[in-house]
């Protein structure tokens, strides 16, 4: 399996715009999360589903954000408008059993908002 | 709420020796697990280790192993024969066992290999 495959590895985008980041889980995994790395928070979750149902989204930060899994083999996390604070690497994880496992993670999105 | 605190934001070791990194937890579930994560300068998150909290066995992976402390909540990370590939930031995270998914992570530890 290639792994949890992440588009695109780099975004720059200016204030204002619609931003789309996408995820591919590993095949078979039912867990799917997103996490959002900045310097000052560090890892913090935003959103986690399980068999493509949100399960837990009390980490997605405002109305502007929002995440979604149309079937199990994808999902995006969009950010309409964006702002300069969301500039951060967004990652995205996926798992079969994340007690056993924890989560593998993609090679995540650097988002740049100018 | 869980906490996961890592209080070395930076260590440094020579290559070859062995070096411990910290992590504790603040907790009031019985049923959990850890982890500990490596990030390299590549970005890539990849899992180091991870521990049941209902074993008392230390877990060991080739040349990393924990020590965890149940009872303190302490669960740090030792590297044995350090390696240059070893540089990275490390992550200790938490996670709620059931059907709780999701990881804390402490803020990370940054750890430089000397040759």
């Known amino acids: 399996d290639a792994g949890v495959i992440q588009s695109p590895r780099h975004e720059v985008t200016e204030m204002g715009q619609e931003v789309t980041l996408r995820c591919k889980p590993i095949?078979?995994?039912?867990?799917l999360f997103w996490y959002r790395q900045t310097m000052m928070r560090g890892l913090e979750l935003l959103i986690y589903?399980?068999?493509?149902?949100?399960?837990?989204d009390s980490g997605m930060p405002e109305d502007r954000f929002s995440a979604k899994m149309p079937n199990a083999s994808f999902s995006t996390l969009k950010i309409q408008p964006s702002e300069p604070r969301d500039s951060a690497v967004y990652f995205c994880?996926?798992?079969?059993?994340?007690?056993?496992?924890?989560?593998?993670f993609g090679q995540g999105t650097r988002l740049t908002v100018v | 709420a869980q906490t996961v605190t890592q209080s070395q934001p930076e260590m440094s070791v020579q290559e070859a020796e062995t070096v411990t990194l910290s992590c504790t937890y603040d907790?009031?579930?019985?049923?959990?697990?850890l982890f500990w994560y490596k990030q390299p300068p590549s970005r890539q998150m990849i899992l180091v280790i991870r521990?049941?909290?209902?074993?008392?066995q230390n877990a060991t992976e080739n040349r990393f192993s924990v020590n965890f402390q149940k009872a303190a909540k302490s669960f740090s990370l030792k590297i044995s024969d350090s390696q240059l590939g070893d540089t990275a930031m490390y992550f200790c995270?938490?996670?709620?066992?059931?059907?709780?998914?999701?990881?804390?992570f402490g803020k990370g530890t940054k750890l430089s290999v000397k040759p």
């Open positions: 994880a996926s798992s079969e059993q994340p007690g056993r496992q924890g989560a593998f």
């Open positions: 095949s078979g995994h039912d867990y």
């Open positions: 589903f399980n068999n493509n149902v949100p399960i837990d």
């Open positions: 907790t009031s579930e019985s049923n959990y697990y």
């Open positions: 521990q049941e909290a209902y074993k008392q």
């Open positions: 995270a938490f996670m709620k066992g059931g059907s709780q998914g999701n990881l804390i």
